[in-house]
């Protein structure tokens, strides 16, 4: 067989590898929660230059209900879902158990709506629910405190609070969540406003029933002082081959915006994706060219 019949087979085995690669790593990656509202709705995350208050966050909710109700949006049940959430530290301890210090990420709104964590017994708690005396805790907190996961129902201390465990969740084994906490134990609570919260990150399922809508309405509320993210929309095609000439750039930081550890995994993902779809361009490419090339020395 002719070397360039060889190379053609080669390539052309390469090109249906890197494609299958690519769309397999997709749709790993792919975030469905936001779709899991409807086709159209859109998920949005804000990251402001400047830590929000509570007060902060009912303004802008405020400002996007005005904004849906002047557009004409109404629904029987509603219309948007938000979370919002900030990170700190807590001293932590159960029973008997000496003290120790733990990551502490305060949660509110429907934030166990739109994230997901690998629960190993328990549920997690709600905006909603009766009590506001539940919390989350990871499975490296929960044998240092009991001795195992099955700690549901169990008191706990946190910062001279009182507790009751919810549900037990596995540490996300990633890079990111392995840059923010180590391999400190980590605490998930209900946000209380009396606790003068600051928050680092916001993030909004609303509808979008054209393209670009709900990003342009949560832009506006949120100001020029915030990073806004369309989620829904990360992974899409369009946005990969935009993000294919940004990656020399992609380190530069010209803002004052700490992002939590979901948000720079998925920032690493969509540069991952961004070179394998680059690569697989390539060998596409490669392997159009063998074929033509083929075809026109057969003409000769």
Same mark, same amino acid.
């Given at each position: @067989? $002719?070397?360039?019949?060889?190379?053609?087979?080669?390539?052309?085995?390469?090109a249906?590898?890197?494609?299958?690669?690519?769309?397999?790593?997709?749709?790993?990656? &792919?975030? !469905?929660?936001?779709? &899991?509202?409807?086709?159209?709705?859109?998920?949005?995350?804000?990251?402001?230059?400047?830590?929000?208050?509570?007060?902060?966050?009912?303004? #802008?909710?405020?400002?996007?209900?005005?904004?849906?109700?002047?557009?004409?949006?109404?629904? *029987?049940?509603?219309? %948007?879902?938000?979370?919002?959430?900030?990170?700190?530290?807590?001293?932590?301890?159960?029973l008997?158990?000496?003290?120790?210090?733990? *990551?502490?990420?305060?949660?509110?709104?429907?934030?166990?709506?739109?994230?997901?964590?690998?629960?190993?017994?328990?549920?997690? #708690?709600? &905006?909603?629910? =009766?009590?506001?005396?539940?919390i989350?805790?990871?499975?490296?907190?929960?044998?240092?405190?009991?001795?195992?996961?099955?700690?549901?129902? @169990?008191?706990?201390?946190?910062?001279?609070?009182?507790? +009751?465990?919810?549900?037990?969740?596995?540490?996300?084994?990633? $890079?990111? %969540?392995?840059l923010?906490?180590?391999?400190?134990?980590?605490?998930?609570?209900?946000?209380r406003?009396?606790?003068?919260?600051?928050?680092?990150?916001?993030?909004?399922?609303?509808?979008?029933?054209?393209?670009? +809508?709900?990003?342009?309405?949560?832009? *506006?509320?949120?100001?020029? =002082?915030?990073?806004?993210?369309?989620? !829904?929309?990360?992974?899409?095609?369009?946005?990969?081959?935009?993000?294919?000439? *940004?990656?020399?750039?992609? &380190? +530069?930081? !010209?803002?004052?915006?700490?992002?939590p %550890?979901?948000?720079?995994?998925?920032?690493? =993902?969509?540069?991952?994706?961004?070179?394998?779809?680059?690569?697989?361009?390539?060998?596409?490419?490669?392997?159009?060219?063998?074929?033509?090339?083929?075809?026109?020395?057969? $003409? $000769?």
């Amino acid at each position: @067989m $002719k070397i360039r019949y060889v190379v053609f087979i080669c390539l052309l085995a390469l090109a249906l590898i890197s494609v299958g690669v690519f769309f397999g790593m997709r749709e790993a990656f &792919s975030d !469905t929660r936001a779709s &899991s509202f409807g086709n159209d709705y859109a998920r949005i995350a804000i990251y402001p230059e400047e830590l929000i208050t509570y007060d902060g966050v009912n303004a #802008f909710r405020v400002n996007i209900d005005e904004r849906l109700i002047s557009d004409s949006h109404s629904a *029987e049940g509603r219309l %948007w879902y938000d979370g919002f959430i900030s990170f700190g530290k807590a001293s932590v301890s159960a029973l008997e158990s000496a003290s120790f210090m733990a *990551e502490k990420i305060t949660v509110g709104g429907d934030f166990f709506t739109l994230y997901d964590l690998d629960f190993l017994s328990g549920t997690p #708690f709600y &905006s909603d629910d =009766n009590y506001s005396d539940r919390i989350v805790i990871d499975e490296r907190c929960s044998f240092r405190l009991f001795g195992s996961v099955d700690s549901v129902d @169990m008191p706990v201390t946190v910062d001279s609070k009182e507790y +009751y465990v919810a549900g037990v969740f596995r540490a996300e084994d990633s $890079k990111a %969540w392995e840059l923010q906490f180590g391999e400190a134990p980590v605490v998930i609570l209900p946000d209380r406003i009396a606790d003068g919260n600051l928050y680092s990150a916001y993030e909004i399922v609303l509808p979008d029933p054209v393209n670009n +809508y709900a990003l342009g309405v949560v832009s *506006e509320a949120a100001g020029e =002082n915030a990073v806004t993210v369309d989620v !829904t929309g990360r992974y899409s095609l369009k946005n990969l081959f935009s993000h294919i000439s *940004e990656l020399p750039y992609r &380190s +530069y930081v !010209t803002r004052d915006v700490a992002f939590p %550890w979901f948000e720079n995994n998925a920032r690493g =993902n969509l540069d991952t994706l961004s070179i394998v779809l680059a690569l697989t361009l390539i060998s596409v490419t490669a392997f159009a060219v063998s074929g033509v090339y083929i075809i026109i020395r057969r $003409k $000769k």
